[in-house]
């Protein structure tokens, strides 16, 4: 089954134009806070319509502008997790679940069946404030599932849950993907829940759509400033191809990439864990001052400048392990490498 | 003892308070889903003009429409055989137009508080929006819309100005509990004046402890 998205609308300021396709294994939709995340999934869901554009599910049309179709989003049959839940306050556990149930003869049986899939059995008779963030989570996903839904949009399924219970919650709605059997949307800010559960990504920026990549290819080869952004590079620097190498102007470093360099490359970027302490002479060192050390909770964040690098230059980023950092002789002048592998090539 | 002022009163407001609070859940809904603030406010400000307004002027405004010889009252006497002046029906009917705006407003602040994404998920889900509205919106929203249907229920229960007006007194027939205490002391009867004013006071009370305790519940939930 295959979820197929072409649509362009206007959301106040911001102009979506989102074109994606989602079938085997989750699709993660990775966009900064306000890039349109939710816009896009509820033109899914058809809880808003796109201005122009196309959204079918196996060649089946939900919307098309140009032929005038806009199924309501009682007929879509696309499931949808949205922050905090929604859970209808007023019901039981087994309410909440029977609600998604469109036959009535069907209702007893199927939440029934659904309470004990989804481990709910205690909670049933619970109303949802009574119930643990766990439970809450889990009668969501009940009570979907409950719907028969030909796709599932993860609406940025675990932002407003508490750090130390993340983990737990992550796993068992990993768990309740991988077990669904139709496309999935999981939009997300967080690169590492999107590497964790999610097989491909397209990352959204400022409304647009980038072109549907693998995960590992996120990280080794994001192509875009706002890609490498959201997959956690921290360094992001004007570049120039110069003779089959990189010119850095306000570093004033000429850099080596393991990959051809495409002419239309305007900036690289490097992470912080790539940058390496090293002796002089290897290939991509440079010298560099030591600005400011920031002691993190498992790693030692020291800020460089490149010693030709204009006044005004943004600095460099090392990220590394404390005890290297503990043991490093001088801390004051270094020579760092970055492996010709590492250097991201952006547009 | 005469009850027949304080039953036609409770029959009174109790037609009066179905009519207002289908009415007023029907356009509090409407109102809230207007996706234009201007037209929004607009709107509150006409649907709570009947609680500011003299009751004079809405009864003056109700006999020319349902008056015998106006447009309205003119038609349902030549089609239904029926008035609407000088009979407890016509005095609901008014009641029901001043006491709509305690109901709209209420339903009105609750349905605003209601959130949203509950249709939204409900619909995915398959939900109708009829079914939604009854099953999700009206049992989350029910202490507000109950906390408007007493007010309204109270405000009609002691309407005076309107009633008097198009219903005026007539013992046995249109008398209320507001008219009987208003014969009782213009004609000199101090203890029945006194009696009235004591089961009015009792059953306005009432009310508003039954809209304060619905208000603090519905604050404990949040």
Known sequence: MKLRVDIIKTVG??????????????????????????????????????????????????????????????????????????????????GNIAAAVDAKPDRERVSVDALRRFRLVDAADKKPRQLSELERQRTALARLWASHPSAVLLDEPLSVIDSFLKFGLEQELSDFVRGFDGPVIWASHDRGEVYRNCPSVCVLENGVTQEVISAERLLSHPGTEGAARLSGCKNIIGAIPRHNAIFIP???????????????????????????????????????????????????????????????????????????????????????????????LLR | MDWFPLLNSLRIALLSTILVFFAGLFAAH??????????????????????????????????RC????????????????????????????????????????????????????????????????????????????????????????????????????????????????STALYQSWSGGDDAGAAFWVVLSILLSGACLLAVGVLENARKEEL
Not at chain 1, 26 to 44: E, F, M, V
Request: with cysteine.
């Open chain 1, 13 to 94: 300021s911001l102009r979506l134009d989102a074109q994606l396709e989602a079938g085997e294994g989750t699709l993660a939709l990775l966009g900064a806070t306000g890039s349109g995340k939710t816009a896009i999934l509820r033109c899914i869901a058809g809880l808003s319509d796109p201005d122009e554009g196309r959204i079918m599910i196996d060649g089946e049309p939900l919307f098309d502008s140009y032929r005038h179709v806009s199924l309501p989003p009682q007929k879509r049959k696309i499931g949808l997790l949205t922050p905090g839940y929604a859970l209808f306050p007023h019901l039981t556990v087994q």
């Open chain 1, 250 to 344: 306000e570093w004033g470093v000429t850099l080596r990439s393991a990959y051809p360099i495409p002419p239309f490359l305007t900036r690289v970027g490097i992470r912080a864990h790539q940058v390496r302490i090293t002796e002089p002479a290897l290939v991509n060192t440079f010298s560099v001052t030591v600005e400011r050390v920031i002691e993190d909770v498992s790693s030692t964040i020291v800020l460089l400048r490149p010693n030709g690098a204009s006044v005004d230059a943004p600095l460099l980023r090392m990220e590394l392990d404390r005890n290297t950092w503990r043991t490093t002789p001088d801390q004051r002048n270094l020579t760092v490498s970055i492996g010709p592998q590492d250097i991201l």
């Open chain 2, 30 to 63: 409407r109102v809230t889903r207007l996706p234009q603030p201007v037209l929004r406010s607009a709107l509150d400000a006409l649907l709570t003009l009947t609680l500011v307004l003299p009751p004079p002027v809405i009864g003056w405004l109700f006999l």
């Open chain 2, 66 to 177: 349902f008056g015998p010889g106006h447009m309205l009252g003119y038609w349902l006497r030549q089609f239904f055989g029926a008035r609407l002046v000088m009979n407890w029906p016509a005095a609901a009917l008014v009641s029901a137009l001043v006491s709509f705006p305690l109901m709209y407003r209420a339903s009105r602040g609750a349905f605003a508080r209601f959130d949203a994404g509950l249709t939204d998920v409900a619909r995915t889900l398959g939900r109708p929006e009829a079914w939604i509205f009854w099953n999700i919106q009206l049992p989350v929203c029910r202490r507000g819309v109950a906390a408007g249907t007493v007010l309204a229920f109270a405000r009609a229960l002691g309407e005076y100005g309107a009633t008097a007006m198009v219903a005026g007194y007539i013992p046995a027939r249109t008398a209320t509990v």
